[in-house]
């Protein structure tokens, strides 16, 4: 046993292992606020870009997302939602003037929307991709053993275990930018990994055997 062992273990336990990984990592992408319900009013004139919606004050920079966007109850939305709990009182702390009390590029009228006519005048420029969403970390991990095959002169065995998003953290994608929407500011979507066992898609951990023959 001893001879065998050589006092490290049997080669055929102790040599052929290898370990690899991959680490994603980046900043949060940038995203700008725009208004769709304006934009859908303005293609009735054939005028088919979109709109940003209009500050009611100016902007404080670096506003981003976390993760309370997108878990529920309580539900925390990166931006303020423009509409109270009940879905119709205007939130007397949204960042945008309602939907259809815009007035041009750029300006638009405080109030309610479709009731705002007699509402101060307002004029802040939003800016493009003034909001940032949240930050990516993705990690992979593979541990395999390669066994020389003894019928075969140059052949190799290697079996192991392949972790995709190997600490199963999950990424959370834009959040909904249009302020007209009910979800405005809310995240609803889990960023896909670039790598997976069905070639990426699949948010969570993913687990397979790997087997293979080199020759």
């Known amino acids: 046993m001893k001879a065998a062992l ?20 980046r900043t949060a992408f940038p995203y700008t606020v ?24 100016a902007l404080v920079p670096g506003m981003s997302c976390g993760e309370g966007a997108a878990t529920v109850p309580p539900l925390k939305p990166c931006l303020t939602p423009q509409l109270s709990g009940d ?20 300006v638009g009228r405080l109030g ?62 834009l959040p909904d930018n249009g302020s007209s929407d009910q979800t405005f500011g809310q995240i609803q979507y889990l960023d896909a990994p670039p790598t997976g066992i069905l070639g990426g898609g699949a948010a969570f951990r993913m687990i397979q055997v790997k087997a293979q023959i080199r020759f």
Request: aromatic share 16%.
């Open 6 to 25: 050589r006092g490290h273990g049997s080669d055929s336990l102790v040599k052929g292992w290898q370990v690899s990984g991959t680490l994603f990592a």
């Open 112 to 173: 309610p929307s479709g009731s705002c006519s007699n509402g101060s005048v307002v004029s802040f420029a939003q800016g493009r991709n003034h909001f940032r969403g949240p930050g990516y970390v993705n990690s992979d991990f593979t541990i395999m053993k390669y066994t020389k095959l003894p019928s075969r002169e140059n052949a190799v065995l290697g079996m192991g275990f392949q972790f995709f998003n190997f600490f199963n953290h999950p990424n959370f994608s």
């Open 87 to 106: 879905g119709v009182t205007p939130n007397p702390n949204a960042l945008f003037v309602q939907s259809g009390c815009e007035t041009g590029f750029n």
């Open 34 to 57: 725009f208004d769709y319900y304006e934009s859908g009013l303005l293609a009735r004139n054939n005028y088919f870009g979109s709109v940003y919606s209009v500050p009611v004050r």
